[in-house]
Nanobody, 124 residues
Framework: DVQLQASGGGLVQAGGSLRLSCAAS????????IGWFRQAPGKEREGISC????????YYADNMKGRFTVSRDNAKNTMYLQMNKMKPEDTAVYYC?????????????????WGQGTLVTVSS
């Protein structure tokens, strides 16, 4: 079965950095696109970024550019989201997801499999 397990969340201070991990099983991350999403309290889930399977090309939502970086380690079958200069409005549950086919972008409907998410809280 396809499984995704996000980890690395916690409490960070505004201006700090945090690196989230997403361990994959049941598939290899180099064969599937990986997307990162988040959902803040009282808000809809929004896309952050994705990394393509074939060429490692990346895509970032317009409001996510500049501070977040997505990557993957094929040897560890793990994907990452590096978050820098964090702001209180970054507080949310962060999710990783993948799709069965070749896709690009962070539209929620494009993704087929989702992890449970990890909570990130940014103090002000």
């Amino acid at each position: 079965d396809v499984q995704l397990q996000a980890s690395g969340g916690g409490l960070v201070q505004a201006g700090g950095s945090l690196r989230l991990s997403c361990a994959a099983s049941g598939f290899t991350v180099d064969d599937h696109p990986i997307g990162w999403f988040r959902q803040a309290p009282g808000k809809e889930r929004e896309g952050i970024s994705c990394i393509s399977a074939r060429d490692d090309g990346t895509y970032y939502a317009d409001n996510m550019k500049g501070r977040f970086t997505v990557s993957r380690d094929n040897a560890k079958n793990t994907m990452y989201l590096q978050m820098n200069k964090m702001k209180p409005e970054d507080t949310a549950v962060y999710y990783c997801a993948t799709a069965a086919g070749g896709i690009r972008g962070v539209g929620i409907s494009l993704y087929d499999y989702w992890g449970q998410g990890t909570l990130v809280t940014v103090s002000s």
